[in-house]
Nanobody
Framework: VQLQASGGGLVQAGGSLRLSCAASGRDFSSYAVGWFRQAPGKEREFVTSISMSGSNKYYVDFVKGRFAISRDNAKNRVHLQMTRLKVEDTADYFC?????????????????WGQGTLVTVSS
């Protein structure tokens, strides 16, 4: 599967942004998908993931209540709705996929990666 993230941009603190991850290839509905981010000078970190069916989701604490992940398997898309953005959310955001046999939302072990989309939050 090939992935391409889009939707990044410049937004003021407190604002919202919606990222999309477009997948090409077969059997997208057999993959869990995750979002990661990497801020300048920092290591890449996990943000959230969604299971194959979309029924299970996992968020790290610092985005709970602010970010929401969703997917549309018919359109091979995963979305990340980001609200109440903070300056510290500024980063390159990447989507990644991992083929699964069980419908759960992992936080590691992703082996397909897309290019990032830059999110800049200004104060």
């Amino acid at each position: 599967v090939q992935l391409q993230a889009s939707g990044g941009g410049l937004v003021q603190a407190g604002g919202s942004l919606r990222l999309s991850c477009a997948a090409s290839g077969r059997d997208f509905s057999s993959y869990a998908v995750g979002w990661f981010r990497q801020a300048p000078g920092k290591e890449r970190e996990f943000v959230t993931s969604i299971s194959m069916s979309g029924s299970n989701k996992y968020y790290v604490d610092f985005v709970k209540g602010r970010f929401a992940i969703s997917r549309d398997n018919a359109k091979n898309r995963v979305h990340l709705q980001m609200t109440r953005l903070k300056v510290e959310d500024t980063a390159d955001y990447f989507c990644a996929a991992r083929r699964e046999l069980v419908d759960y939302a992992p936080e590691s072990g992703f082996n397909y990666w897309g290019q990032g989309t830059l999110v800049t939050v200004s104060s």
